[in-house]
């Protein structure tokens, strides 16, 4: 079983505040790693897949960092919303072992916006 | 378009009956996958399937089953409920490149086992 680790486990900021959290996984055999947006009472909608060291990404406000070879993602959400708030899932792919090409999630980070 | 659909939205359930979550997808998907979602312990896969005709298990497959008869449907089986059963089941699809795809996921079933 791989872990896949998220921090912090919740977060509360203000409105304009800007945000970083953080996904690590295992390095070994890494394939893809998932940024997932989930807010409550909804089904998680996908944010970002990342495959390269290096990779970068964005859309809109948020923005995601890969680096492959240390094994963590950065999620970034410029100028926070009220409507940012949700749980923020990390989930990777590895090869090999009994989580062969499957997801497999951290536990989350809980974003509250204040306004 | 549907997406993924999933149903009953919720079930409460008497500890030993036997209940089917069914799980539609229309977007004519390779893979799908079923998982629960559990306080703290985030999203845990039970079983997925690559294709029609084929399964397998995932993290947490003990006390359920699955057949994927064709592509779109993708049923859960508890064969004798338990109360630690108790969760939030999620069913999701993707194309089926199993490393790299996105993961498409239904609205949930809210299971409560007594």
Redesign the interface.
């Known amino acids: ?1 791989l872990n896949v680790e998220q921090s912090p486990q919740s977060l509360h900021v203000q409105e304009g505040d800007s945000t970083n959290f953080t996904c690590s996984f295992p390095s070994s055999n890494f ?2 790693l ?1 940024w997932y947006r989930w807010e409550t009472a ?5 944010l970002f ?1 990342m ?1 390269l060291n290096g990779d970068e990404k964005k859309k809109g406000r948020i923005s995601a960092t890969l680096n492959t070879k240390e094994g963590y993602s950065y999620l970034y959400i410029k100028g926070s919303q009220p409507e940012d708030s949700a749980t923020y ?1 990390c ?1 990777s ?1 590895n ?1 090999g072992g ?11 980070t809980i974003l509250t916006v204040h306004p | 378009i549907a997406g993924i659909t999933q149903a009953p939205t919720s079930q409460i359930l008497a500890a030993g009956r036997r209940m089917t979550l069914r799980c539609t997808q229309d977007m004519r998907h390779n893979a799908m ?1 079923w ?1 629960r979602q559990d306080l ?6 039970i079983h ?1 399937s690559n294709t029609a005709g084929t399964t397998g298990k ?2 947490v497959p003990d006390g359920y089953s699955v057949s994927r008869a064709n592509t779109d449907d993708f049923p859960l089986t508890l064969a004798s409920a338990v109360p630690s059963q108790t969760s939030v089941y ?1 069913c999701a699809s993707s194309p089926g490149r ?11 079933t809210r299971l409560t086992v007594l």
């Open positions: 079983i394939y893809a998932h909804k089904s998680p909608e996908a897949v495959t899932l989930a792919t090869a009994t989580s062969y090409g499957k997801l497999t999630f951290g536990q989350g | 996958y998982y703290g312990l985030g999203l845990r896969l997925y995932g993290e999620f199993p490393y790299t795809d996105t993961q498409y996921f239904g609205p949930g």
